[in-house]
Antibody, heavy 119, light 107 residues
Framework: QVQLVQSGAEVKKPGASVKVSCKAS????????ISWVRQAPGQGLEWMGW????????NYAQKIQGRVTMTTDTSTTTAYMELRSLRSDDTAVYYC????????????WGQGTLVTVSS | DIQMTQSPSSLSASVGDRVTITCRAS??????LNWYQQKPGKAPNLLIY???SLQSGVPSRFSGGGSGTDFTLTISSLQPEDFATYYC?????????FGQGTKVEIK
């Protein structure tokens, strides 16, 4: 069965960086991409970007472009999302999700990783 | 970016009720509309894609409709496990955008 398992919760200081991992299993990793979606406490869903696991092509949301890097490691079927220059409003649960393209349609999701940014 | 607006933001209903949630896009998105269910502390779960196609494993009491700018999600007979927040997402143009969510609560 398709599974996406994310790394554990993180606490970071403002200005620091965080790197969240997402280990995929149960499907051909390179046949899909990985989307990253975040959710601030009590708020809605915000799409952050997408990476093709086939060729590494990326598409980032304009709001965070320049602070985010998404990568994949096909040898370990793991996707990564690094967010730099963290601010308090980056505090959120970060989800990875399997997506066929950069247009959403995410059908399987990780369990989420809480990133707390606090001084 | 395409803006997605859901209504209502929240509703109270009883088990067995028929519930309809509306989602409106700021421009035509044809039928490129998905619906997700999210329960507290859990990841979203895809219910409906392409406006009306039921994702595998989703109960048939869920249905979707609409095209262009106006869409609906209907739960024909609300069950206890359906109390959750529902989000629409347009998949017509990048970046994909979500509605603000509709919380379905127990009356």
């Amino acid at each position: 069965q398709v599974q996406l398992v994310q790394s554990g919760a993180e606490v970071k200081k403002p200005g620091a960086s965080v790197k969240v991992s997402c280990k995929a299993s149960g499907y051909t990793f390179t046949s899909y991409g990985i989307s990253w979606v975040r959710q601030a406490p009590g708020q809605g869903l915000e799409w952050m970007g997408w990476i093709s696991a086939y060729n590494g092509n990326t598409n980032y949301a304009q709001k965070i472009q320049g602070r985010v890097t998404m990568t994949t490691d096909t040898s370990t079927t793991t996707a990564y999302m690094e967010l730099r220059s963290l601010r308090s409003d980056d505090t959120a649960v970060y989800y990875c999700a399997r997506g066929p393209n950069t247009l959403g349609n995410e059908d399987y999701w990780g369990q989420g990783t809480l990133v707390t940014v606090s001084s | 970016d395409i803006q997605m607006t859901q209504s209502p933001s929240s509703l109270s209903a009883s088990v067995g009720d028929r519930v309809t949630i509306t989602c409106r896009a700021s421009q035509s998105i044809s039928r490129y509309l998905n619906w997700y269910q999210q329960k507290p502390g859990k990841a979203p779960n895809l219910l409906i894609y392409d406006a009306s196609s039921l994702q595998s494993g989703v109960p048939s009491r869920f249905s979707g409709g609409g095209s262009g700018t106006d869409f609906t999600l209907t739960i024909s007979s609300l069950q206890p496990e359906d109390f959750a927040t529902y989000y629409c997402q347009q998949s017509h143009s990048a970046p994909p955008t979500f509605g603000q969510g509709t919380k379905v609560e127990i009356k």
